[in-house]
């Protein structure tokens, strides 16, 4: 856990990759994704928002390199779409890289019980790296966290500065964020009003 999401996004990638990787990044990406990939010694590649056909160009171009990683946001907080996921993992396994996703604002929302993207898109447990925040649709408590293989989360508690230097999270907010996730595992009641009220609004 960290003591926000942006900074899970900070260190991730200075924290994983070296000058033999290479990651790309849609353009549109959150600014903490884009700080954190300027961290980094990786090559970095822009493509455009959503761009399938690019991000192939870009992946086909550097299949030298060590480890191809894929950073999106699963929703796109300036302009409210979603990563095309299940076409972004399709080409990782084509082209063999790792797919990053952020799901600050996913997460709580999409899918049938709210967690996130994946689910929404029918493809939990195909996604190598997930960031996503305990606040937001959680409770607007605080704290960012990383879902990833037991290899993954061993190297970031062993070498991620912001991990080791973060704050931890008191606890009433782990309490509180706690019972937010067993809200959602016992009722989409919250989901389905934010949905009417989403659709009232937009009307």
């Known amino acids: 856990m960290y003591a926000s999401c942006y900074e899970a996004n900070g260190t991730l990638f200075e924290t994983l990759l070296d000058e033999n990787d290479v990651v790309f990044s849609d353009e549109l990406n959150h600014a903490s994704i884009i700080d954190g990939i300027r961290l980094c010694k990786a090559k970095k ?18 299949m030298d390199k060590r480890v191809r990683l894929i950073a999106v946001d699963g929703v796109f907080s300036m302009v409210g779409d979603l990563a095309p996921l299940p076409e972004i993992l399709a080409l990782a396994k084509k082209y063999d890289a790792i797919v990053f996703i952020d ?7 999409f899918g049938k019980t709210g967690r996130g993207i994946p689910e929404y898109f029918g493809v939990e447990g195909q996604v190598d790296i997930i960031n996503s925040s305990f606040g937001k649709a959680l ?10 293989s037991k290899e993954i989360v061993d ?7 912001h991990y080791a230097v973060s704050n931890p999270m008191i606890p009433s907010v782990v309490g509180a964020t706690i019972e937010a996730f067993k809200m959602l595992d016992e009722s989409r009641d919250l989901i389905d009003k934010l949905k009417r009220n989403s659709k009232r609004l937009r009307s």
Do not use: P, Y
């Open 45 to 62: 590649q822009v493509f455009a928002h959503n761009d399938m056909t690019i991000l192939e160009e870009q992946l086909k171009k550097f």
């Open 139 to 148: 409770g607007g408590g605080t704290g960012g966290f990383t879902c990833a």
């Open 103 to 109: 799901e600050c604002h996913g997460t709580g929302i």
């Open 155 to 161: 190297v970031l508690r062993q070498r991620s500065r």
